[in-house]
């Protein structure tokens, strides 16, 4: 399998190992594979029957292909998800009315106790799997990511990459200072192991990516020390994100097929609409890809908060930069420019890597992308979307609890609010809606501002002392563990956004060099 750009950069492609291992293509796009798997009713109901151990291994394979087997990537796997429970995704089916609304899909059962955990892990084995099959038995060569996170990325980034322990791999993480959760702050702050660095900086949710994109494409530069990325537009990120699709989608199905559900009779395999709370959109990303090779997803419905460039380019063509980031309690997905959206514009008007690079270069000039009627219609028939501000997301987390006895997270909020506000969900639910499944990014544990403003403290107390509370964020939050000391990239004095990347990506290649001289 090659590998090519969104921008058409690439004229002969490189392997899964050269796009794994840099992250943006050499030409400023994002790596594609050069087809997608076309699967028949027959491999769906073969996939179907497998684990998702099993499942995540074959479909991870077929982009591996010519490089790393199925059974190399089972083992990969298996060693990836060794602390995950049993249930890897575990699922609540919500009724209305005696009948089934819509299913939600708990992805967050992993260590960091979010769906990054599912992607990242095997993204960060799979590197592991290569440094061990160095040829000849030479060492391998040195790989330091860079990961800049909005609260979920660099936790689960920190965890594979100490749990790796390969001394070629390398991490150093940023996160925007006071814009992610104490507890997603003390899953980075405290994290344990010389091979990972984290810092706090100045600015908005996705603030670092120009200085860490500015890096990868200094060849030279990022030759020296391995510089690679670990964030969605590594194409690792939205290829196992697809596993979670199919898993989702099988499950769901079984479960209308239990309960008799007419557009599940006969061993039917019938449409899924999958609502989702979105910010880089590496997650709808490995959706898209996912339902390219055949399986039925009908829509996908993305839930934005009040950073919604997603929402308005799907509602209105207008992928334009915010002027600023708005501080949100769904801090996670509070993202003003979602790069996977390149990857979007690309499946979506027929892999054409010209007009994608026409586009994504104008919105580099100019800060704005304006989709055409057509372009816009085309777009909608596969998305939906809705903005949810934070008292429309405390509201719906309260409602759920209170009716349902559900108690989500912020950002899985955000997503249940978009699901019944655009009839896909509840007494809401359109008669032209058929099987809907809500995807929970991240456990409620990490986020008790949020959780706590919706349901009271009382409700808090109660969850924390549960057994449902995850015992490692229970230490976290009651632990006076100690900090790692950290290197604050504060924001140019009196400065543009430019001004303080700038400063950023020189600081950055000075301690790149001092932690490798060191």
């Keep these: 399998m090659r590998y090519f750009s969104t921008r058409g950069g690439i004229e002969n492609g490189v392997t899964f190992e050269r796009a794994l291992t840099t992250g943006y293509a050499p030409d400023g796009g994002l790596y594609v594979p050069e087809r997608l798997p076309c699967l028949t009713q027959a491999d769906l109901q073969d996939l179907s029957g497998l ?3 099993a499942l995540a291994a074959r479909v991870v394979s077929w982009f591996t292909e010519g490089e790393i087997d199925e059974a ?5 796997v298996d060693a990836c998800y060794k602390d995950f429970p049993e249930e890897i995704v575990s699922f609540a089916h919500v009724e209305e009315a005696g009948t089934l609304s819509y299913s939600i899909a708990e992805l967050f059962r ?3 106790h979010c769906f990054k955990d599912l992607s990242v892990s095997v993204a960060v084995g799979l590197l592991g799997c290569y440094c061990s099959k160095a040829a000849g038995g030479a060492a391998p060569r040195r790989h330091t990511i860079l990961a800049s996170t909005s609260g979920d990325t660099g936790p689960a980034v920190a965890r594979a990459v100490n749990t790796l322990a390969h001394p070629a791999v390398r991490a150093h993480i940023f996160f925007p200072s006071g814009q992610v959760s104490r507890t997603q702050m003390l899953q980075m702050t405290t994290s344990t192991g010389p091979s990972v660095r984290v810092s706090p900086y100045e600015g908005g949710g996705d603030d670092m990516d120009g200085p860490i994109k500015q890096l990868q494409a200094d060849a030279e530069f990022a030759a020296r020390y391995g510089v690679m990325g670990c964030n969605s537009y590594n194409i690792a990120r939205p290829v196992v994100q697809a596993v979670h699709y199919f898993w989702t989608y099988f499950r769901v199905v079984d479960e209308a097929r239990r309960r008799g559900h007419p557009d599940a009779a006969d061993g039917a395999f019938p449409p899924l609409t999958v609502v989702i709370p979105v910010g880089a959109m590496g997650n709808i990303t490995g959706g898209t890809m996912a339902r390219l090779m055949g399986l039925p997803l009908a829509k996908f419905v993305a839930g934005t908060n009040a950073n919604d460039i997603t929402h308005r380019v799907i509602n209105r063509g207008e992928f334009h ?9 769904s801090d996670a ?9 390149e990857r979007i514009l690309y499946y979506t008007y027929g892999c054409d890597a010209g007009a994608t690079k026409a586009m994504m270069q104008g919105m580099e000039r100019t800060g704005k992308l304006t989709l055409n009627g057509g372009q816009l219609e085309t777009l909608r028939q596969y998305f939906d979307s809705a903005r949810v501000d934070d008292d429309a997301m405390v509201e719906r987390l309260k409602d759920v609890y209170e009716r349902k006895g559900y108690l989500a997270c912020p950002h899985s909020a955000v997503a249940l ?6 009839g896909y969900a509840g007494a809401e639910k359109r008669d032209d809606v058929g099987l809907v499944a809500v995807f929970a990014t991240a456990s409620p544990c990490k986020f008790f501002e949020s959780v706590s403003a919706a349901v009271g403290e009382d409700v808090w107390k109660q969850y924390f002392t549960s057994d449902a509370f995850p015992a490692s964020a229970r230490y976290l939050d ?5 900090e790692r000391p950290a290197m604050e990239y504060s924001a140019a004095a009196g400065g543009s956004l430019e001004d303080s990347q700038a400063e950023w990506e020189a600081r950055l290649r000075t301690a790149l060099a001092e932690w490798y001289a060191a």
């Design 417 to 422: 609010d978009a699901a019944h506000r655009l």
């Design 51 to 53: 684990s998702y151990r």
């Design 321 to 329: 930069r915010a002027e600023a980031m708005v501080k949100t309690m």
């Design 478 to 482: 009651a632990t006076d563990a100690q």
């Design 72 to 76: 190399e990537v089972r083992a990969v």
């Design 110 to 112: 992993g260590p960091t």
């Design 333 to 341: 997905i509070n993202v003003q420019v979602p790069y996977n959206f």
